[in-house]
C-alpha cells in the first residue's frame, strides 16, 4: 500500500508563514502529479496548487503569488510554502498523489489525513 503523510499545519497570525509538507512511503514505483487542496467548514474541497513529476506547477488564483508549491522526488515528498497568509486560508489542508506501484500497473490517486491551517490574531 502506499501512505501519504502531512506535516506542518499549525496556528499563524495573519501575514504570516507555514511551511507544510506530505511525505509519501510504500510500495512506490514512480509519482506523477502530488497536489494540494484545501477545504474550510461549510466550503467544498478546492485545489490549491500542483506539481508534476517535472516540476510543472498550477495554482488557485487566490494563492498565487503567496504560496509556493515544491517536490523532492528523491523522498516523494511535496511542499507547500504559504507565505502572507490570510484568515481565510483556514482550513484542513489535504495532499494526493498519483502512485504508479509497479512498472506494469496505471496510476492510482492516494491521499493523505490532512494538517489543520489556522490564521488568526
Known amino acids: 500500500q502506499v501512505q501519504l503523510v502531512e506535516s506542518g499545519g499549525g496556528l499563524v497570525q495573519p501575514g504570516g508563514s507555514l511551511r507544510p509538507s506530505c511525505a509519501a512511503s510504500g510500495t512506490i514505483f514512480r509519482i506523477t502529479t502530488m497536489a494540494w487542496y484545501r477545504q474550510s467548514p461549510g466550503k467544498q474541497r478546492e485545489l490549491v496548487a500542483g506539481?508534476?513529476?517535472?516540476?510543472?506547477?498550477n495554482y488557485a488564483d487566490f494563492v498565487k503569488g503567496r504560496f509556493t508549491i515544491s517536490r523532492d522526488n528523491d523522498k516523494n515528498t511535496v511542499y507547500l510554502q504559504m507565505n502572507s497568509l490570510k484568515p481565510e486560508d483556514t482550513a484542513v489542508y489535504s495532499c494526493?498523489?498519483?502512485?504508479?506501484?509497479?512498472?506494469?500497473?496505471?496510476?492510482?490517486?492516494?491521499w493523505g489525513q490532512g494538517t489543520q491551517v489556522t490564521v488568526s490574531s
Open positions: 494526493n498523489a498519483d502512485v504508479r506501484r509497479y512498472l506494469y500497473t496505471v496510476s492510482t490517486t492516494y
Open positions: 506539481i508534476t513529476s517535472f516540476g510543472s506547477t
